[in-house]
């Protein structure tokens, strides 16, 4: 059974940067997707970043040139590392895992069905 927890969130000014960290457990990396979603009250959960087998990203057009998402297969964690940081990115940021889909991995959430627990960021001057 695949468990997720996401770690590295905080606090932090505009324009700062911080990386968020997902390890993996339970399972190992096969066709999996995995991505970064986020959450704030009253909205809708809003794909961030995902990631396939090959490597292969894709990002939602507000982070794209500012959010990175990476793995480290050997290790099994996750990565989203996310620079000049905007208070529109505070959220509760989650990653997720779920069957591979060609050519790319999907933004929506309801085809994830492995959840991580969250972590806050918190983007204010």
């Known amino acids: 059974q695949l468990q997720l927890r996401e770690s590295g969130g905080g606090s932090v000014p505009p324009g700062s940067s911080l990386r968020l960290s997902c390890a993996a457990s339970?399972?190992?990396?096969?066709?999996?997707?995995m991505a970064w979603f986020r959450q704030t009250p009253g909205k809708e959960r809003e794909g961030v970043a995902s990631?396939?087998?090959?490597?292969?990203?894709n990002y939602a057009d507000s982070v794209k040139g500012r959010f990175t998402i990476s793995k480290d297969n050997a290790k099994n964690i996750l990565y989203l590392q996310m620079s000049s940081l905007k208070p529109e990115d505070t959220a509760i940021y989650y990653c997720?895992?779920?069957?591979?889909?060609?050519?790319?991995?999907?933004?929506?959430?309801?085809?994830?069905?492995?959840w991580g627990q969250g972590t806050q960021v918190t983007v204010s001057s």
């Open positions: 997720a895992a779920g069957r591979y889909w060609w050519p790319d991995c999907p933004s929506d959430s309801a085809l994830y069905n492995t």
């Open positions: 339970g399972a190992t990396y096969s066709t999996f997707c």
């Open positions: 990631i396939d087998n090959d490597a292969y990203t």
